[in-house]
């Protein structure tokens, strides 16, 4: 079945800098990718998503980029702020419709 | 609109006690889903729902069952609670093939003593 592995595990950076998540996915067949963003409490909420015929996908500071060759996607969030801070998840998901999440990376911005 | 409903939001069950945990979604979404998760372990999939009528297992369904009563309703059950069933539970719905953001409701969190 489909597996989705995520990393870092955690995730610390100054206010500004730049954050890279990374996830691989086993399954091939695999065609939408999105990321979810969870904060301290509450329920994951979608940031962006990507779907196989697409190589990156930019919305604001954040964008997300796709190599179906290596089975590879990345998070990556520019110009952090504190309130960037929480825990991100990568997903996968086929034609099934079974979505599969990776491990989750708590990102922690330091003002 | 309230999107997903999930209850209890919060349940202590002793070990062997059953329990259901209810979802209902106001979205005409076709798929539903239920998730556990735990600290560093991210969110597992227990069992989904493509369509009413259909469910399927997903990457940790054992100890549980599932029942998609409707469109609407897609409940979870714990027929005898163990220890390791002490998670947070979310629910989610999307409307798979038209638009496939997954919606969650605001979780579980179950205690098994």
């Known amino acids: 079945g489909e597996n989705v592995e995520q990393h870092p595990s955690t995730l610390s950076v100054q206010e500004g800098d730049s954050a890279v998540i990374k996830c691989t996915y086993s399954?091939?067949?695999?065609?939408?990718f999105p990321w979810y963003k969870q904060e301290l409490g509450k329920r994951p909420q979608l940031i962006i998503d990507?779907?196989?015929?697409?190589g990156e996908k930019k919305d604001q500071r954040i964008a997300v980029t796709l190599n179906k060759t290596a089975k590879h996607f990345s998070l990556h969030i520019t110009e952090t702020q504190p309130e960037d801070s929480a825990v991100y998840f990568c997903?996968?998901?086929?034609?099934?419709?079974?979505?599969?999440f990776g491990q989750g990376t708590t990102l922690q911005v330091k003002p | 609109n309230a999107g997903v409903t999930q209850t209890p939001k919060f349940q202590v069950l002793k070990t062997g006690q059953s329990m259901t945990l209810q979802c209902a979604q106001d979205?005409?979404?076709?798929?539903m889903y239920w998730y556990r998760q735990d600290p560093g372990m991210g969110l597992r999939l227990i069992y989904y729902?493509?369509?009413?009528?259909?469910?399927d297992k997903g990457e940790v369904p054992n100890g549980y069952n599932v029942s998609r009563l409707n469109k609407r309703e897609f409940s979870l059950r714990l027929e005898s609670a163990a220890p390791s069933q002490t998670s947070v539970y979310f629910c989610?719905?999307?409307?798979?093939?038209?638009?496939?953001?997954?919606?969650f409701g605001q979780g579980t969190r179950l205690t098994v003593v």
């Open positions: 979205m005409n979404h076709n798929s």
């Open positions: 399954d091939s067949a695999s065609n939408y």
């Open positions: 990507i779907r196989s015929n697409v």
């Open positions: 729902s493509a369509s009413e009528g259909t469910t």
């Open positions: 989610a719905s999307s409307d798979w093939g038209v638009d496939t953001e997954a919606f």
């Open positions: 997903a996968a998901s086929s034609n099934t419709g079974k979505l599969i």
